[in-house]
């Protein structure tokens, strides 16, 4: 190593240090740095770094981590205090697995502290393979929990980051997951500004995230990874953003290899890196040193990324002693401790939602029954509680056990697969039957699992693809429960999935119907504890549940008109923020801060919500606006706040929100967001306004004054 210089003294700014240190290293040095795979610059003191670590729900593919329900869970919880918590402990096993990595000269991927995580990509069409990667449908929903996602991963040392948040895919990008290196999303402004970005720009401007991953696809005929309008004109000019863009693996390679924006490697780097992205996942940055050469790029240009990267790397503390960062004292102790299995089980409860309870067979009466059968092929498969991009949990639960350490002794639990996932076993599916008819309730686990559902290129059983070609329940599994109800016992569907399912069988026959998503490690834990009664249910769905296909446009349609609740005019099987409980939450006293304001004010609510039930529960609280004679096309109407509160029985607690400025804005055909005076609905409800079977009180504001145009994109 040279000999003490500027870099390494602690005592000057992590600007100053960087600068002293790029202006020390070669060309070639300096293209090395900026691959996912970076090796080690001896002579300065660089140690080798893989900047590809990912942790979706738990810090994944590096052994024994604590595994939380997949993220499209962490959505229906509608929690934001609980995914701060589990993405804090989610950043500190991190760090102890990295610090511990590095005490056993282990540099390896996915032992590093650059997460390639939250995807906030909107979950538009129920056929894309990667949407329980999200956070669901709805821009706002979306954006909150990103935001927390991304506060607890970084932390909020005043001088270093804990780890580095990566919110992706920027932008645009929610399958087919088969064009996904070659397709153009061709999208509005309007729909850029009022569905696809907002929760980009929450994450970045109020959330610091300071890394963004880039897209494979074009979005309006630029690549994503090389966009001149998302990198340079949004990100970082409008937004402020100054952290650094790594792109998505290969995606370098397709602006010229598929998307044909350039010809040439040397091309599609040089495009890349000077329209602001700095991280090449994959190895086509090799090419800067000849695009240098041939004039496309100047090694000036180059230095603005390098800096960029190595800024995120003094923030991460990797320059300094262990002891100046506090992040580094985490004990390895805490990877999969006791009390992050049993936040687990808290996120696994409430992302649970009751859709249906008919006659309130739930919770079990165990004084009435006898015995349980147990029937489903999601009852005893550990990946059905997985999703992806996961870590390894020391003791999985799965419904089936969950139920068995649930159930009272004197209740017999039965069990029989009935078939796999999509298909019969014929001898399974008779034997299933049989016990079903001895049994007093049976305990249907449908659904699908990540072998049915994910991104191109991982392998599943059915598809290559990722992606979904129908969202109907599959037919074996449509067979299963004709076979159950027959028997004339009560079926109660548990379901594990990450995406909306069409399943008007279960609707119209089963008793009740659980939606447990992919619930993490704890999840049969949390599944029997909702069934029995130990916990009552309050998660909230972050999707439309369609009856069929026929109720959306074409997948490879990037418009946003006929999709979400915001645009379908269809009847859902189940709609947008809808989910039971075993309690009755009323609504009353509902008042506004004021009946008439300007254009550019927020609006303060006030209400009483009380627990009607005889059970303690959570509700949660929904704010819905709708401007009654905007100049454009406006949403149906759109989720503008939301409180889970938790309340005793025979209790009442009151709410307050505050809705800023752009709960009012509408957006227009050029992309801007402005505050238009007129008549806006106010909705306060547990769902959605046209959902009857929850509370929902109706009011009217009045905005007077001239139009206000608020800050976006364009």
């Known amino acids: 190593m040279e000999a003490k210089t500027a870099y390494l003294n602690a005592k000057l700014s992590f600007e100053e240090r960087v600068k002293d240190l790029v202006s020390r290293m070669s060309l070639d040095e300096k293209i090395s740095q900026m691959l996912d795979v970076t090796p080690a610059i001896e002579r300065l003191g660089i140690p080798e770094y893989n900047w590809w670590n990912e942790c979706l729900h738990g810090v994944a593919r590096a052994g024994f981590a604590t595994v939380f329900p997949q993220a499209i869970g962490f959505a229906a919880s509608w929690d934001r205090k609980l995914i701060r918590s589990v993405s804090d402990a989610i950043s500190d096993e991190a760090r102890a697995k990295h610090h511990e990595a590095l005490r056993h000269k282990n540099r390896a991927r996915y032992f590093g502290l650059t997460f390639w995580t939250p995807n906030i990509n909107i979950f538009r069409d129920p056929r894309w393979g990667r949407g329980h990667e999200t956070y669901g449908e709805d821009p706002y929903l979306t ?21 580095v948040a990566t919110p992706k895919h920027y932008a645009v990008h929610s399958g ?53 309008t998302l990198l340079g004109d949004i990100l970082r000019k409008k937004w402020g953003f100054e952290g650094y863009v790594v792109s998505d693996c290969g995606a370098i390679t397709d602006i010229f290899k598929d998307h044909k924006v350039v010809g040439t490697a040397e091309e599609a780097a040089a495009l890349a890196v000077k329209t602001g992205c700095d991280l090449n996942c994959g190895d086509t940055y090799h090419a800067l040193r000849d695009a240098v050469k041939q004039g496309h790029i100047t090694e000036a240009e180059i230095d603005v990324a390098l800096k960029r990267l190595f800024m995120a790397r003094f923030k991460l503390g990797m320059f300094d002693p262990p002891s100046a960062c506090v992040y580094s004292k985490i004990s390895p102790d805490v990877v999969g401790c006791a009390k992050h299995r049993k936040l687990a ?9 009751l859709l249906k309870n008919e006659g309130n067979i739930l919770p079990l009466n165990t004084k009435k029954i006898k015995s349980i059968c147990v029937v489903g092929p999601n009852a005893n498969q550990e990946i059905s509680l997985m999703g992806n991009y996961q870590g390894s949990p020391s003791r999985p639960v799965t419904p089936l056990f969950g139920i068995m350490n649930r159930a009272p002794k004197n209740i017999r639990v039965l069990y029989e697969d009935g078939g796999l996932i999509d298909r019969h076993i014929s001898d399974s599916l008779q034997q299933a039957v049989m016990i ?20 191109e290129g991982m392998p599943t059983d059915a598809i290559m693809s990722g992606d979904r070609g129908d969202i109907q329940l599959f037919k074996n599994q449509v067979g299963l429960v004709e076979e159950l109800v027959k028997t004339g016992k009560p079926v109660i569907a548990v379901l594990l999935n990450g995406s909306a399912i069409a399943m008007s069988i279960l609707k119209e026959k089963a008793k009740a119907i659980v939606e447990a998503w992919y619930p993490g490690e704890e999840g049969g834990t949390a599944i029997a504890d909702v069934l029995f009664g130990d916990y009552n249910p309050a ?16 997948f490879d349609d990037y418009r946003m008109q006929g999709r979400t609740y915001r645009y379908c005019e269809a009847k859902p099987l189940y709609s947008f923020g809808f989910g039971l409980s075993y309690s009755k939450f009323k609504y009353s006293g509902v008042k506004l801060s004021a009946q008439t304001i300007a254009p550019g004010d927020g609006l303060g609510i006030a209400l009483k919500v009380k627990n ?10 929904q ?7 905007a100049s454009v096309r406006t949403p149906i109407c759109e989720l503008r706040q939301f409180e889970r509160v938790s309340i005793p029985a025979g209790k009442e607690k ?10 009012f804005s509408i957006v227009k055909d050029d992309g801007k967001r402005v505050v238009e005076p007129g008549i806006y609905d106010v909705y306060v409800s547990g769902g959605l306004p046209s959902e009857k079977q929850l509370p929902c009180v109706h009011k009217t504001v009045e905005i007077l004054g001239s139009p206000v145009e608020l800050p976006g994109a364009f």
Do not use: W
Request: charged share 25%; glycine share 8%; proline share 5%.
């Open 654 to 663: 009151t709410v307050q929100f505050m809705l800023s400025a752009e709960a």
């Open 539 to 554: 998660g909230r769905l972050p999707v439309t549940f369609y009856a069929s296909l026929d109720q959306i446009p074409a």
């Open 176 to 228: 087919p997951e088969k064009d996904r290196h070659r397709f153009d999303a061709v999208v509005s402004r309007k729909d850029m500004e009022e569905t696809y970005l907002p929760a980009f720009r929450k994450c970045v401007v109020e959330g610091k995230a300071y890394s963004v991953m880039g897209a494979y696809n074009r979005t309006n005929g630029e690549a994503c990874c090389a966009s001149k």
């Open 436 to 455: 079903a008819a001895q049994s007093d309730v049976i305990i249907a686990c449908l659904g699908i699992t990540p072998h049915c559902e994910g991104e």
């Open 612 to 621: 009607a039930g005889k059970l303690a529960g959570d509700e949660v609280v």
């Open 345 to 353: 089980l808290q996120a696994a409860r409430e992302s649970i939602v």
């Open 623 to 629: 704010v819905y606006v709708h401007p009654r004679n």
């Open 143 to 163: 954006g909150e929990m990103g935001l927390q996602f991304v506060k607890g991963l970084q932390g909020n040392d005043p001088k270093y980051l804990k780890v």
